[in-house]
Nanobody
């Protein structure tokens, strides 16, 4: 079992930046692919970004590519999502995820989830 706690959300103006952090419990953190999903009001949860167990491979949704950067520190059991040049359409609850089955990619149906952190981008 992995427990995930997100932090760093908030209100920011368009063009601004936020840094989301996810702290994970458990001694096997380095064995999991980690990622971020988001869910806007009235919409389904969608993939944002993920990173493999070693940090050597990263993936991004087209909508955030070039603006968001994911990283991990296996010594500190943390995953970071640096979000730059934020847009109003980035407004959502952001969820940290750890895949229980894969070291490489995070799947929406095979993950542990955090409680979420709200990101609001004003225009």
């Amino acid at each position: 079992q992995v427990q995930l706690v997100e932090s760093g959300g908030g209100l920011v103006q368009a063009g601004g930046s936020l840094r989301l952090s996810c702290a994970a419990s458990g001694r096997t953190f380095s064995m999991y692919a980690m990622g971020w999903f988001r869910q806007a009001p009235g919409k389904e949860r969608e993939f944002v970004s993920d990173i493999n167990y070693s940090g050597g491979n990263t993936y991004y949704a087209d909508s955030v590519k070039g603006r968001f950067t994911i990283s991990r520190d296996n010594d500190k059991n943390t995953v970071i999502l640096q979000m730059n040049n934020l847009k109003p359409e980035d407004t959502a609850v952001y969820y940290c995820a750890a895949d229980r089955n894969s070291k490489w990619r995070v799947g929406a149906t095979t993950s542990y989830w955090g409680q979420g952190t709200q990101v609001t981008v004003s225009s």
